[in-house]
């Protein structure tokens, strides 16, 4: 079975995004983008909401031709737009960039491609993101938090009907004050 990793960068207060969609508070650093983009070339398929896939896709398609790219970020968007996508979505009509678009049920799509043969799968966006967990589909959490408040916006967890139990397997420390927990589901 394939392993599901919900991770995304997070404020200290716990939301993935400020009011109006607004990701630009994170603390970056050479090391983190590096790991995250590490990440990116290990994914067998990754699962993205529409307002994330909307937030990635106006950027990384090209983010290697623009003025000033560093390396890790030529890097990145080759291995973003070679990684296959499954992008969800109820209002998109066409995606690209090695994707597809997922129109039905998520969790039922979840499920069946949990059951396929292929590499750990990724998921991003908040709402995508929720609707697995209350499924109990996700296996990893990887919690990249940054040390800023915001307030509001959209939270990394959502409201469960149950409990779930959590066994921490990494911590690692960024330049900045940025904290990596990671922790898989106890099943």
Same mark, same amino acid.
């Given at each position: 079975?394939? =392993?599901?990793?919900?991770?995304? &960068?997070?404020?200290?207060? #716990?939301?993935?995004?400020?009011?109006?969609?607004?990701?630009?508070?994170?603390?970056?650093?050479?090391?983190?983008?590096?790991?995250?983009?590490? =990440?990116?070339?290990? !994914?067998?398929?990754?699962?993205?909401?529409? *307002?994330?896939?909307?937030?990635m896709?106006?950027?990384?398609?090209?983010?290697?031709?623009?003025?000033?790219? $560093?390396?890790?970020?030529?890097?990145?968007? =080759? *291995?973003?737009?070679?990684?296959?996508?499954?992008?969800?979505?109820?209002?998109?009509?066409?995606? %690209?960039? &090695?994707?597809?678009?997922?129109? #039905?049920?998520?969790? $039922?799509?979840?499920?069946?491609?949990? !059951?396929?043969?292929?590499?750990?799968?990724?998921?991003?966006? %908040? $709402?995508?993101?929720?609707?697995?967990? *209350?499924a109990?589909?996700?296996?990893?959490?990887?919690?990249? !938090?940054?040390?800023?408040?915001? #307030?509001?916006?959209?939270?990394?967890?959502? %409201?469960?009907? &149950?409990?779930? &139990?959590?066994?921490?397997?990494?911590t690692? $420390?960024?330049?900045?004050?940025?904290?990596? !927990?990671?922790?898989?589901?106890?099943?």
């Open positions: 079975m394939r =392993r599901l990793t919900y991770g995304m &960068n997070v404020s200290l207060d #716990g939301y993935v995004a400020a009011p109006g969609d607004d990701l630009g508070w994170g603390v970056q650093s050479d090391e983190l983008f590096q790991w995250w983009s590490d =990440r990116v070339g290990e !994914t067998g398929l990754a699962l993205y909401g529409r *307002r994330l896939w909307e937030a896709s106006s950027h990384w398609p090209t983010a290697d031709q623009q003025p000033g790219v $560093t390396p890790a970020q030529i890097e990145f968007a =080759r *291995r973003w737009r070679d990684m296959p996508k499954a992008v969800f979505s109820s209002t998109a009509s066409a995606v %690209a960039w &090695n994707a597809r678009l997922v129109s #039905g049920d998520a969790v $039922t799509e979840i499920t069946r491609l949990k !059951t396929e043969e292929g590499g750990p799968m990724d998921i991003g966006g %908040a $709402t995508l993101a929720a609707a697995a967990m *209350r109990g589909l996700i296996d990893e959490y990887a919690i990249v !938090t940054h040390p800023v408040l915001v #307030g509001a916006g959209a939270p990394f967890f959502t %409201a469960l009907d &149950n409990w779930v &139990n959590l066994d921490l397997v990494e690692r $420390t960024f330049p900045g004050g940025v904290l990596l !927990t990671r922790y898989e589901t106890r099943r």
